[in-house]
């Protein structure tokens, strides 16, 4: 399970650094997480090969440290294990996608629903920092601003408390980066940093009912620029009838 609190990686990293001393566990928890970052930034694109020799070179480790990250990253949907195939980046279905979407929309709805009214000073403040940050990488079109579109998501189930919660959200985030580099629209970033605010607000007036409408309505804004709404424009008919019509 990853660590989810926002400091602990960075901090526990320090420690390793400090004393030179990284055991397996940790290392294979910074392959996991460089892997998964990739990943989640859309530098490595659906069905990319992962070759554990590779990956072992390039950060220092052996096969077998390797094998651990990759088997943690199949757990959670990310990499394809094949027998004698190796690892790849997963190829989720449009049918996946929409499920990922599905159960979304219900554990999201219920984060919001545990936070409205309940929001902690020090919580509104770490989110609006958060949104900060996104509108600080809003435009550039980079892997930045994909990766903290998804991490406001995560830092909401967070702050929950519950964090059974936000180890289920965390890894649906993580699917849905996936599903947006194969079926999104280029460029697309995940989220509208406006309406990511508009959910802050909501919960800290304490909006319950309002809250979970705006992110009902967030997420189909995300699931229509993940092109998997249930009319897909790919039919030769919708294609052919604005010629039709000359
Ligand atoms: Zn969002």
């Known amino acids: 399970m990853p660590r989810t609190k926002r400091k602990a990686p960075a901090a526990s990293q320090a420690a390793n650094d400090a004393n030179g001393s990284a055991g397996p566990v940790s290392r294979a928890d910074t392959v996991y997480r460089g892997i998964r970052r990739a990943i989640i930034e859309q530098a490595l694109g659906p069905s990319t090969k992962l070759p ?9 480790v052996s096969r077998t440290v390797v094998r ?8 959670e949907g990310l990499v394809e294990l094949r027998l004698n195939k190796g690892a790849t980046v997963a190829r989720p279905s449009l049918e996946e996608a929409h499920d990922v979407f599905d159960i979304r ?4 709805r219920l984060v919001v629903a545990r936070l409205a009214g309940r929001l902690t000073p020090g ?18 079109d980079g892997p930045e601003s994909i990766r903290l579109a998804g991490e406001f998501h995560v830092l909401l189930a967070e702050l ?3 964090v059974i919660l936000s180890r289920y959200v965390g890894e649906l985030i993580s699917r849905s980066s996936l599903i947006l580099a194969l079926y999104g629209r280029p460029h697309s970033s995940d989220c509208a940093v406006a309406e990511h605010r508009e959910i802050i607000d909501a919960l800290v007036r304490g909006d319950t009912a ?3 409408r705006l992110m ?24 052919l009838s604005a010629y039709a019509a000359e």
Do not use: M, Q, Y
């Not at 651990?68 to 757990?75: E, I, N, P, S, V």
């Not at 967030?218 to 294609?239: E, K, S, W």
């Open 52 to 60: 554990e020799d590779l990956i072992g070179e390039r950060f220092g």
């Open 68 to 75: 651990a990250a990759l088997t943690r990253l199949a757990a």
């Open 105 to 108: 929309r219900s554990l999201e």
């Open 123 to 140: 919580g509104a403040a770490r989110l609006d920092a958060h949104v900060a940050a996104e509108e600080k990488a809003k435009g550039k």
């Open 160 to 162: 929950t408390g519950n």
């Open 210 to 212: 309002g809250v979970e």
């Open 216 to 239: 009902d309505h967030h997420l189909d804004a995300v699931i229509g620029r993940a092109l998997i709404a249930p009319a897909p424009d790919r039919d030769i008919r919708d294609i």
